[in-house]
Antibody
Framework: EVQLVESGGGLVKPGGSLRLSCGTSGFNFDNTYMTWVRQAPGKGLEWVGRILSKPDGGATVYAAPVQGRFAISRDDSKKTLYLQMNSLKTEDTAVYYC??????????????WGKGTTVTVSS | DIQMTQSPSSLSASVGDRVTITCRASQYIGNYLTWYQQKPGKAPQLLIYGASSLQGGVPSRFSGSGSGTDFILSINGLQPDDFATYYCQQSFSLTPITFGQGTRLDI
C-alpha cells in the first residue's frame, strides 16, 4: 500500500523556520517526482513546489509566494521528502500535504496524498 | 500563470441527482485537466486526469469531459458519499501548477 506521512508541523513565530518531512512507503520513491501542496484554513488548494527524481536531475521549482524562502529536498536512501521553510509569514499558515506526482502518457497529476501536517505562523 | 475558474462555487443537490461542475482555464490547456475530491478534514483524492480518464477505483458515476479551455465534471446518481468539495487543476504549465477555487457540493 502506498503511504505518505507528513510530520514536523507546529506553531512558529513570524520570521522563524520549520522543516517538514514526508515519510513514504509502498512505491518506487527514487523514480517518483514529488510535490508539496498547502491549504490555508477555509481556503482552496495551493501548489507550493515540486522536485524531480534524481535520475531525472532532481531539479526543484517553486510557487512565487515561497520562492527564495522554501526549499524542497529528498533523501532517497530514507525514502523521505523534505520542505525547509524559512522566513515564515502569517500567510504561510496552512495544512501542508506531500503528494506523488504521477503521469499517464504525458498527463501529470497528484496521485497519492498524505494526510497533511499543520503549520501555524503566529506571534 | 494560468487561472482556473470553477462554477458554481457551491451547489445543493439531493441523493440520486445528476450534477455538473464547470472549470474554465484562462488559456488553452488541451486535456491537461485533473479533478480532485476533498471531504472535510481529509486530504484531496484523485478522481479524473487527462480531462476524462477515471482513476482506478473511482465509481463510474463520475465522468469528465472537455478540452481546450472548458471542462465539466459530471456526477450521475449522487450518493451520500459524494457530498464534498471538488477542485480542478491544470498541468499544461507545470510552473506553476494551478487549481480552481473549489466547488462545494452540499445536500
Amino acid at each position: 500500500e502506498v503511504q505518505l506521512v507528513e510530520s514536523g508541523g507546529g506553531l512558529v513565530k513570524p520570521g522563524g523556520s520549520l522543516r517538514l518531512s514526508c515519510g513514504t512507503s509502498g512505491f518506487n520513491f527514487d523514480n517518483t517526482y514529488m510535490t508539496w501542496v498547502r491549504q490555508a484554513p477555509g481556503k482552496g488548494l495551493e501548489w507550493v513546489g515540486r522536485i524531480l527524481s534524481k535520475p531525472d536531475g532532481g531539479a526543484t521549482v517553486y510557487a512565487a509566494p515561497v520562492q527564495g524562502r522554501f526549499a524542497i529536498s529528498r533523501d532517497d536512501s530514507k525514502k523521505t521528502l523534505y520542505l525547509q521553510m524559512n522566513s515564515l509569514k502569517t500567510e504561510d499558515t496552512a495544512v501542508y500535504y506531500c503528494t506523488t506526482e504521477d503521469a499517464d502518457r504525458d498527463y501529470y497529476y497528484m496521485g497519492v496524498w498524505g494526510k497533511g501536517t499543520t503549520v501555524t505562523v503566529s506571534s | 500563470d494560468i487561472q482556473m475558474t470553477q462554477s458554481p462555487s457551491s451547489l445543493s443537490a439531493s441523493v440520486g441527482d445528476r450534477v455538473t461542475i464547470t472549470c474554465r482555464a484562462s488559456q488553452y490547456i488541451g486535456n491537461y485537466l485533473t479533478w480532485y475530491q476533498q471531504k472535510p478534514g481529509k486530504a484531496p483524492q484523485l478522481l479524473i486526469y487527462g480531462a476524462s480518464s477515471l482513476q482506478g477505483g473511482v465509481p463510474s458515476r463520475f465522468s469528465g469531459s472537455g478540452s481546450g479551455t472548458d471542462f465539466i465534471l459530471s456526477i450521475n446518481g449522487l450518493q451520500p458519499d459524494d457530498f464534498a468539495t471538488y477542485y480542478c487543476q491544470q498541468s499544461f504549465s507545470l510552473t506553476p501548477i494551478t487549481f480552481g477555487q473549489g466547488t462545494r457540493l452540499d445536500i
